[in-house]
């Protein structure tokens, strides 16, 4: 809502510059989004009279005006506007002046005949085209025959007002009129304000003879009518004119811009039907039938829907209630009897409406937010005085009231130690009292309690909270202390498994992961991707795109999403991890499980190529080392076990491992398989995922002192072939097994399965440390316990012994 | 010639040699020509048989003292020897120190995830709990409860991803207030919590709209909370997150879930207040919403709004790292780009 400064001036004495009002209405009523005064930014634009014009030579369609800009000599002026005409005034920019979008104007040559300046458009001198009279829309703007050639265009057209746009929250449909704007700052400048008192002279017929209404008060809680007849259609004055497109409104014809005016002083939405048209005495307020179609006055063609509000005579549908009118009623070339309608629909309906028709209108989202019940009358009063002092038209005698139910005003009791216990404040009584008469409240007290009578407007306040606010922001919040809350002391600490989380980030950027965070969100094709428990799918009702529209039941995809954003950029090496929820679901039922997770991806090098280090391609190995050292930092209590997984779909059936803790499977890892990466259109990328609420809920292996030995320790390294379908893992184990008391580590130092061994076979070398914590360790003691690990390694494996 | 005189001349010479002695060979040499047990000093000592006795210690004495001094030359002429040869390894040695470390891997939390952990962080040091609530949430949860009853303007339709008419992604973190007040037993103690995540809205990715973001909500109920104290601590978040010179100031505003509403800006950072194109020549930049939370809130989760008051606030960790950082561009954050996300090392 657009609200002119120079209006509110009109009826309230401030002393303020309008940045400042706008400034000081952002802090105690509603957001401002802009304060702008149309006149900025441009220059030099003035009256011009058109003293003559004649056809170009060159063109069919350029003019040669001579114009009389209040200087000795006329202008020459080419103008190619189609509505240019000897004696109009009109909108001169002046060599060296400045127009819309800070355009600059200069003398110039149009098809060889010199042109000093431009005559103008309102479009050109910034005017949006929303608002330019519709007759003026295709040409050059036309001032009123009274201006004076030479002076600033500007206050002709009610350029130098300043106009304050506010974004009004949905709670404050007062605000959406002059006259709610002025009762609030009536508060917050404590001024007193004069409001107009509308005069209306009846002379006509009784407007009971003319006219009945029958009403749904379920469906209209208030509905009056006024008849207004010998109205001439005409352009509106000036002054009207301004009002309206100022505030963004387009002039349209004295009738329906007095019903816009009206609306934007008072809050009231009005609107004017052509009583002519109407089929017969009769209007009625109900609900649409079934099949039933209204043509609105934007032309829009609507089937109604048994829900919406109509007005409507003995035929049919006139008007969408509170939304729009019909367009066989409109106001028309013709029309010489207005029927004025002030009504109040129910709130709901009306929003339903707008939404089913998508017809967002200014009249529907006043009826939305509530108008003030209190002032149809006036509104209705103000547009009939209107109509006869504007638009020759006679008043009908009296008003049909065909409903008008009145909300009583809420009466809220509040005590003065409530007010201060929540604001944080020492607010005396006198204070608090006179903050809420200046809004219009009437106070009573009783010792510490007042008993407040709220205006009927104000149909936000309905309990002590909603005058806390008042007070609260009429007092000023800048007012209020800066306080910290005191009262009984709490721990703030992190849960166990936030600690966990914590930590699992720690650990993987330490390990040089980036965390990513990526879209949840995501196709159902890769929502099905790297499952690890079956799981139905949970789609979105509605939406917005099919990339976004299925919940994500892993996290790699989203981690080769931001791969492959990556790689069509040309960075090629990419580590990534994210921390973040999936979303299971079981068949039958509506709402899935969250589970945490933790997944990584990494692609090309882990460490950046360097002149001293070669680019090294991550590989299995790595990962597997990555999570190893992951698990560690979380001290699961377990064996942590890797075992080939050959039937993940989206999996390297040759290079992927189940991760087991203790047996249980809680993820995997690998290398994706190429043709997934094909279809994300990224590298080889090795990835893990695991089931993080599984490692949280795991018992965890506390930090002990283990003695560091003193006595020296005493290697042995032992070399194998053995077939390629033996592992590591069974290796080590037997190690482990028979390595005896003083067997301390086992570690694979060699791995060949080169040209230098049989086909078939490879090569594990290995080295055995042992070392006594109580003693040092005899030579004799070493050997026996490795000839027998070798000879195990014989009979059991089959290994030979290098 | 005397004794005196010939250990005089011995003592002249043998410094000339040591100084002449150009390596530690030569300083070897130069020590067993003088003072081995062939050398010429040694021999002189012998001559001291044939001295008087009472000659005999004092040309002793001043025999030990050349002796001694010529070996402490001696020491000294090898340490410089060998320093040199060290220096000139050294010298050889020499690398180009500026040339580039070797690469460690290193990664980096998300820019989105440090500012999260900085305001938990601040509240944790204020006695807050952190909590976490579900992705997918009830409607009952997310608006019933929220004072957002079912035909409330205030709940578009078009903003709120649902799953079914009663499961939606949830669109705000507050559901967590009702959550938490539901279950809370005030007789253990206030309510003082926090609850960051990630949130949802029907909305279509631009630069300024995503539709995943995150929230951070925040909540104090006790028997006497006040508006003085949201102000307060929302000033001790600002100053936190942006530093001491940022001021708060608050502004009415709207939501149906707290009553009084307020909107927080905190000192425009483009231009420290002055007015600019970033704060739209306000010197003040939007941050959060919040407000005392309003009873019917408190009543539907069955806490008794007559005793028990407080305030809320969300806070939009996206939107401080877009202001924090000048991220021009929301999408940033979900697309890690790695050149994005590694512009953020800054630790403490």
């Known amino acids: ?802 | 010639m005397s004794l005196k005189d010939k250990l005089n001349e011995l003592h002249e010479r043998g410094l000339a040699e040591i100084k002449k002695s150009g390596d530690l060979k030569d300083v070897n040499q130069v020590r067993v020509s003088l003072l081995g047990k062939k050398g010429p000093i040694t021999e002189v000592l012998r001559g001291m048989r044939d001295l008087d006795a009472e000659e005999r210690p004092k040309v002793g004495a001043f025999a030990n003292e050349i002796r001694d001094d010529l070996t402490a030359a001696l020491a000294k002429r090898r340490e410089e020897l060998e320093n040199a040869v060290l220096n000139a390894k050294l010298a050889n040695e020499a690398i180009d120190v500026t040339l580039p470390g070797t690469p460690v891997a290193k990664g980096e939390p998300h820019v989105i995830q440090q500012i999260i952990d900085q305001i938990e962080d601040l509240f944790l040091g204020m006695g807050y709990q952190v909590l976490s609530g579900p992705e997918v949430e009830e409607d009952k949860y997310n608006f019933e409860m929220m004072n957002l009853p079912k035909n409330h303007p205030a709940r578009d339709m078009q903003d709120t991803f649902y799953i079914t008419k009663e499961i939606l992604m949830r669109t705000q973190t507050s559901p967590m207030q009702a959550r938490t007040l539901e279950t809370h037993d005030f007789s253990k103690g206030p309510l003082k919590m926090i609850s960051p995540g990630v949130v949802y809205r029907r909305d279509t990715d631009d630069p300024t709209h995503s539709h995943q973001f995150h929230q951070v909500e925040g909540l104090v109920i006790d028997k006497h909370i006040t508006m003085a104290d949201l102000k307060g601590t929302l000033q001790v978040l600002a100053h936190e997150l942006f530093g001491d010179k940022f001021d708060v100031r608050l502004r009415p505003s709207y939501f149906p879930f707290t009553e009084p509403s307020v909107e927080a800006d905190i000192t425009c950072f483009n231009c420290g207040g002055k007015g600019c194109k970033v704060c739209k020549n306000t010197g003040w930049i939007e941050v959060l919403g919040a407000g005392m939370v309003h009873p019917n809130v408190l009543k539907m989760a069955g806490v008794d709004a007559d005793v028990y008051g407080g305030f809320a606030f969300g806070v939009g960790p996206d939107r401080f790292a877009m202001l924090k950082y000048g991220v021009d561009d929301i999408r940033n954050f979900y697309l890690n780009d790695v050149r994005f996300l590694n512009q953020f090392t800054k630790k403490g």
Request: glycine letters at 6%; hydrophobic letters at 40%.
């Open chain 1, 1 to 802: 809502m657009k609200i002119s400064y120079n209006w509110i001036k009109e009826y309230l004495d401030l002393n303020v510059k309008p940045a400042d009002l706008a400034e000081k209405i952002e802090r105690t009523s509603v957001e401002v989004d802009d304060v702008v005064k149309p006149s900025d930014g441009l220059k030099k634009l003035v009256v011009g009279h058109v003293l003559s014009i004649e056809a170009h030579p060159d063109s069919d369609h350029l003019h040669i005006c001579q114009v009389d800009v209040g200087e000795d000599a006329p202008l020459q002026i080419v103008c190619g506007a189609p509505n240019i005409a000897e004696g109009q005034m009109v909108i001169v920019a002046l060599p060296g002046s400045r127009i819309a979008d800070n355009v600059k104007i200069k003398k110039s040559k149009m098809r060889g005949v010199p042109s000093a300046g431009m005559i103008c458009s309102l479009q050109e001198i910034g005017f949006p085209e929303a608002v330019v009279p519709k007759e003026y829309a295709d040409g050059i703007y036309v001032l009123p025959a009274d201006a004076k050639p030479g002076d600033e265009v500007y206050d002709y057209l009610g350029m130098n007002d300043s106009l304050i746009d506010l974004d009004v929250t949905p709670n404050r449909g007062d605000m959406l009129s002059l006259y709610g704007t002025l009762h609030d700052l009536s508060a917050i400048y404590d001024l007193p304000v004069k409001f107009d008192q509308p005069a209306v002279k009846e002379a006509g017929e009784p407007i009971a003879d003319q006219l009945s209404i029958h009403v749904d008060e379920s469906l209209a809680p208030q509905y009056k009518m006024r008849l207004v007849k010998q109205v001439k259609l005409a352009p509106s004055p000036m002054w009207l004119q301004i009002r309206l497109w100022n505030a963004g409104y387009r002039p349209i014809n004295n009738v329906v811009d007095i019903t816009n005016y009206i609306m934007l002083k008072y809050g009231q939405p009005l609107h004017a039907f052509d009583y002519d048209k109407f089929a017969g005495e009769d209007v009625y307020v109900r609900n649409a039938k079934a099949g039933e179609k209204l043509t609105t006055l934007d032309e829009g063609e609507h089937d109604l829907d048994v829900n919406d509000i109509v007005i409507a005579d003995d035929k049919a549908p006139i008007a969408l209630a509170g939304v729009m009118g019909g367009l066989d009623t409109a106001i028309a070339d013709g029309t010489t009897t207005v029927a004025i309608e002030a009504a109040v629909f129910e709130h709901d309906h009306i929003r339903k409406a707008a939404q089913r028709h998508n017809l967002h209108t200014d009249a529907s989202q006043r009826f939305e937010r509530g108008v003030n019940r209190t002032g149809l009358q006036d509104a209705l009063d103000a547009a009939a005085q209107m109509m006869d002092e504007l638009a020759g038209g006679t008043v009908q005698t009296g008003t049909v009231v065909a409903a008008d139910n009145v909300p009583a005003p809420a009466v809220i009791d509040i005590t003065m130690s409530r007010v201060n216990a929540v604001l944080g404040t020492d607010l005396n009584q006198a204070k608090v009292t006179h903050i809420l008469e200046t809004l219009g409240c009437d106070v009573t007290a009783d010792g510490e309690k007042l008993t407040v009578t709220v205006p009927v407007r104000r149909n936000d306040i309905h309990i002590p909270a909603d005058l806390l606010e008042e007070i609260a922001r009429i007092y000023g919040y800048d007012e209020l202390p800066a306080t910290l809350p005191t009262g009984r002391m709490t721990m703030g600490e992190l849960t166990t498994s936030q600690k966990l989380m914590r930590a699992t980030r720690h650990s993987l950027e330490g390990l040089g992961l980036n965390q990513a965070i990526s879209y949840a969100l995501t196709t159902e094709d890769k929502a099905k991707m790297f499952l690890m428990q079956p799981s139905e799918v949970t789609k979105l009702a509605w939406p917005m795109s099919v990339d976004h529209a299925v919940l994500r039941m892993n996290v790699i995809t989203g981690l080769l999403d931001d791969i492959a954003y990556n790689s069509a950029r040309k960075v090629k090496d990419v580590a990534l991890y994210e921390q973040g929820r999936v979303f299971y679901r079981e068949d039958g039922t509506e709402r899935p499980s969250e589970q945490e997770h933790i997944a990584g991806a990494i692609t090309g090098t882990l460490l950046p190529t360097a002149w001293d280090a070669p680019a090294q391609p991550v590989d299995f190995y790595q990962v597997k080392g990555i999570v190893a050292a992951y698990l560690k930092d979380m001290a699961v209590n377990g064996d942590v076990t890797y075992v080939a997984n050959t039937d993940m779909p989206e999996m390297h059936p040759g290079r992927t491992a189940d991760i087991l803790v203790h047996g249980h499977r809680i993820g995997f890892m690998g290398q994706i398989h190429p043709t997934i990466a094909k279809k994300f259109k990224i590298g080889a990328t090795y990835v893990f995922e695991l089931n993080l609420q599984a490692i949280i809920d795991m018992p965890k292996q506390e930090n002990q002192y283990d003695v560091i030995s003193r006595y020296p320790a005493i290697t042995r390294d032992v070399a194998m072939l053995v077939d390629n379908d033996v592992t590591n893992d069974q290796i080590v184990e037997l190690i482990e097994k028979r390595g005896g008391a003083f067997l301390q580590s086992v570690k694979l130092f060699d791995v060949y399965d080169g040209v230098k061994v049989p086909k078939g076979k490879k090569s594990l070398a290995y080295t055995l440390t042992f070392q006594d914590k109580h003693e040092t360790l005899v030579d004799d003691v070493v050997t026996q316990a490795f000839e027998k690990v070798e000879k195990r390694l014989q009979d059991d494996l089959g290994a030979e012994i290098r």
